[in-house]
Structures are given as C-alpha cells and as structure tokens.
C-alpha cells in the first residue's frame, strides 16, 4: 500500500526533523511519501487561495487513489480507529492521499472528492503541526496492527 501525505506549504527546520523521523519509521511498514504543494495567491481573496491550493493538492491524484481529508468537521478518529481504517486500506491495495490544507482549509472540490474526513479533533492547528500529528498517528497506526510495545 502506498501512502502519500499531501500538504500545503513547507515544513519549517525543526518540525521538518520530526516528520522526517516518521516518515523513517513508517516506511519499515509500508511505502510512504509526502508532497508539498505551494500555497494560493496571498493577494487573491481567500476563495481563490484555496481554489487554486486544493487544484494543487488534488493534481497527480489518480482517480482509484483513496483520498482523506484532513479537515475539522470531518470524523474524530481515535488510534485504533485509524489502525482499522489503514488494514482496510491495506487489504484493498489501493494508494491512499491525506490532504492537509493551507491556513484557510480546503476548497470544496477537495472536499467532494474526499472518501474520508478525519478530525484531528476541535484544536485548530497549524499546518505544521497537523502534519506532525498524522504522521505520529500513522506510525501509532502500524504498530498497533503489528502488536508492538509503541502503543500503551
């Protein structure tokens, strides 16, 4: 199974370390990525930004990908819900996105397109975090589908 997590803007140094870190670990269980993409026209009105953000976020999504909103409306997942829902994904053999969206959220083409919306719960985070956040989660995910000490 093949994961990719989908993020708008960069990652700064020391939370890039972290993600980074992860990503190394999760990447002992399955094939993972992960794509920046740069954030709309600070000049446009924010409509247009996340247009053009969630056009970005959605290109070279292929159509049998399954996708996963990370949005705050979306359903609070707990970790061993998000254990069930990556076995799921793992016995379809189908690629999975996670899309994180800029500081306005995400357009509502992204939205509809979405299979899944997952909350990371009422806090609103920055980006950044967000992406620490899922990462962390994926790798709590993993091991607790393989019954490994992480998760306690």
């Known amino acids: 199974m093949r ?23 999760i990447g002992r269980y399955g094939e993972i990525g992960e794509r920046e993409v740069k954030e709309g026209p600070a000049a446009r ?7 053009v953000e969630g056009e ?4 070279g999504i292929d159509p049998i990908t399954t996708v996963v909103a ?3 409306t979306g359903k609070p997942w707990s ?3 998000l254990a069930t829902q990556l076995d799921r994904w ?6 999975v996105a996670l899309l994180i969206g800029g500081s306005h959220g995400l357009d509502p ?12 719960g009422p ?3 920055a980006h950044e975090l967000a992406r620490v956040v899922v990462l962390e989660q994926l790798y709590r995910a993993w091991t607790i589908l393989r019954g490994e000490p992480y998760h306690k």
């Open 109 to 120: 083409a992204v939205l509809a397109r979405a299979d899944h919306r997952w909350s990371l």
């Open 3 to 25: 994961t990719t997590l989908v993020a708008v803007g960069r990652v700064r140094r020391g939370l890039r370390e972290v993600c980074d870190d992860y990503l190394r670990r």
């Open 79 to 81: 970790s061993e819900d």
């Open 123 to 125: 806090l609103t985070l």
């Open 70 to 72: 990370l949005e705050s």
């Open 56 to 59: 970005r976020l959605l290109a």
């Open 45 to 51: 009105p924010v409509g247009e930004r996340r247009r």
């Open 90 to 95: 793992r016995l379809e053999a189908r690629p």
